[in-house]
Nanobody, 122 residues
């Protein structure tokens, strides 16, 4: 089992920045691909970014150049640095973990955090 706890969400004005953190406990963190997803009201959960055990990263097009995912294996933590935030980034952001190869869809992940709300005002 892997337990994930997100933090760092909040209310920010458009153009602002936030850094989300996801602390993991349980199995060996460094073996897992770690993803961030988001879900806005009335919408499906959407892939945002992933950092694999190899440190290779991928992003959804809408956040490229604005968001950066990173990990600190010594702290068992993955981060999502979000810059130039837009109102359309408003959602609950979830951290997820998988050892599988499917990393850009929610179905590929085995463990999820409880989510943290990000609200961007215009």
């Amino acid at each position: 089992q892997v337990q994930l706890v997100e933090s760092g969400g909040g209310l920010v004005q458009a153009g602002g920045s936030l850094r989300l953190s996801c602390a993991a406990s349980g199995r060996t963190f460094s073996n897992y691909n770690m993803g961030w997803f988001r879900q806005a009201p009335g919408k499906e959960r959407e892939f945002v970014a992933v950092i694999r055990w190899s440190y290779r990263t991928s992003y959804v097009d809408s956040v490229k150049g604005r968001f950066a995912i990173s990990r600190d294996n010594a702290k068992n933590t993955v981060y999502l640095e979000m810059n130039s935030l837009k109102p359309e980034d408003t959602a609950v952001y979830y951290c997820a973990a998988t050892q599988g190869r499917t990393t850009d869809t929610a179905g590929g992940y085995d463990y999820w955090g409880q989510g943290t709300q990000v609200t961007v005002s215009s």
